[in-house]
């Protein structure tokens, strides 16, 4: 894990909030690796979590944990004006703004990334299936697709940094 007096405030309330809804680094680390490790046999979880690690000292990534974490809290206090209220609420399937702003985080590591993005999104595998259950209480609309585009940005670097070593 980076210095925690190296990092900014932006970075260290990105990475605490990201906790604080129940994310940790192993958990995005995970997804690097189910999207990975068919390509490299040999992947450790540490080289995950290094790529995931890199990914989050990204401004634009901290600015969308920032944005969509407030959002969902906003959502679950029921602070948001109606008829957003509602959707953010539910999730519902026609609002693409919170996958808008996952795709500000894909972008950073290459076109890859979204293919990346858009198979996890589909899965769902690991953190990502809790962070959906609806069960829970707690809306994660924009965190869900927060977390499956860090770990694809995460892949995405990954394989890149894996084709300049060949």
């Known amino acids: 894990m980076k210095d925690k007096e190296s990092m900014d405030l932006l970075e260290k309330t990105a990475r605490n909030w990201l906790l604080e809804r129940g994310v940790t680094i192993e958990d995005i680390a995970d997804l690097v690796m189910f999207l990975q490790k068919k390509y490299h046999p040999d992947l450790e979880m540490k080289e995950c979590i290094h790529n995931v690690e890199r990914v989050l000292t990204k401004r634009e990534v901290q600015n969308a944990i920032l944005t969509g974490i407030q959002l969902d809290k906003l959502g679950e206090k029921k602070m948001l004006e109606e008829p957003l209220q509602a959707i953010i609420e539910v999730d519902e399937g026609l609002y693409g703004v919170d996958e808008i702003l996952a795709f500000s985080i894909v972008n950073v590591y290459g076109s890859i990334g979204f293919t990346n993005y858009g198979y996890i999104d589909k899965l769902k595998p690991g953190i990502l299936e809790r962070l959906n259950d609806k069960s829970t209480g707690m809306c994660h609309t924009f965190l869900d697709d927060i977390v499956g585009a860090i770990a694809a ?14």
């Open 153 to 166: 940005a995460a892949s995405s670097r990954l394989a890149h940094r894996a084709k300049h070593q060949d």
